[in-house]
């Protein structure tokens, strides 16, 4: 069985952060990445993700978006083939029968759901689209579909961890130039470096957006080999690629 996490938060959308481990790619890239971009046998690939999609609902449409590190949020009212699918870092539904798709290795993975009003969000978060708002157009889109504010729940996927993500001056200057606040989410490090928590980063526009129930998985993608792909741990380890986590959603039945 292909495992993958939960969050009691998203109770009532079938879902899951899902890990490197259940699939068929080999090597560096083994076992379930499901990276369309990566360089991977592109047949295997695709047998990963519908190893994922069958995890969930069985026979369901699985349905992402070409993510750019921005803030822009599709609307999905059908599904759409791969090669179709919109330049966007989120997308909505309040179809059912269709899985929404983030794919990320260290970026933060974000589900949404107001299971009342049956409407699902993800959100591909890296440090660009965390800044510039990608949870907060989600938001917007989701209740642009019928959801209410007040309802939506959010769970916050494996991600770079604080310990693992050092950055330099002057990206902490560019959070803290934006909001004087973001300063807490950094914290010390080496002569000119400091360690950033996106993932509280990312809680804290959440909150700041009005949802009220927030989980925060807290694995870190970069410290656990074993169980998740990562960009930055591949790059200091002189890789010759990476794979990507696939994170899902669909509306309940």
């Not at 009342?116 to 938001?139: I, M, N, R, S």
């Not at 990312?202 to 870190?220: E, F, P, S, T, Y």
């Amino acid at each position: 069985m292909t495992p993958y996490l939960t969050s009691s938060a998203l109770d009532g959308a079938p879902h899951g952060f899902f890990t490197r481990k259940g699939g068929v790619s080999s090597g560096e890239l083994a076992s379930l990445n499901c990276g369309t971009g990566s360089n991977d046998v592109p047949e295997l690939v695709a047998r990963n993700r519908r190893i994922g999609a069958d995890a969930l609902i069985p026979g369901a449409a699985l349905c992402g978006v070409y993510q750019v590190h921005g803030r822009a949020c599709a609307m999905l009212n059908a599904p759409w083939a791969e090669a179709a699918r919109p330049e966007a870092d989120a997308l909505v539904t309040a179809t059912r029968g269709v899985l929404l798709a983030i794919l990320t290795a260290d970026c933060v993975p974000v589900l949404f759901a107001d299971v009342a009003a049956g409407v699902v969000g993800a959100a591909h978060a890296g440090w660009k689209g965390a800044l510039t708002g990608v949870t907060d157009a989600t938001l917007d889109a989701m209740e642009a579909k019928g959801a209410s504010r007040a309802q939506i729940r959010a769970a916050i996927g494996p991600c770079i961890g604080r310990a693992s993500y050092e950055v330099d001056l002057d990206f902490r200057a560019r959070f803290c130039d934006a909001d004087g606040e973001n300063a807490r989410f950094f914290q010390d490090g080496r002569a000119g470096h400091a360690h950033f928590d996106i993932a509280a980063y990312v809680a804290a526009r959440l909150a700041g957006a009005g949802v009220r129930q927030i989980d925060i998985l807290g694995r870190d993608t970069c410290a656990d080999a074993d169980n998740f792909f990562s960009y930055r741990r591949a790059c200091l380890n002189g890789e010759n690629g990476y794979g990507r986590q696939i994170s899902l959603i669909g509306v309940g039945p």
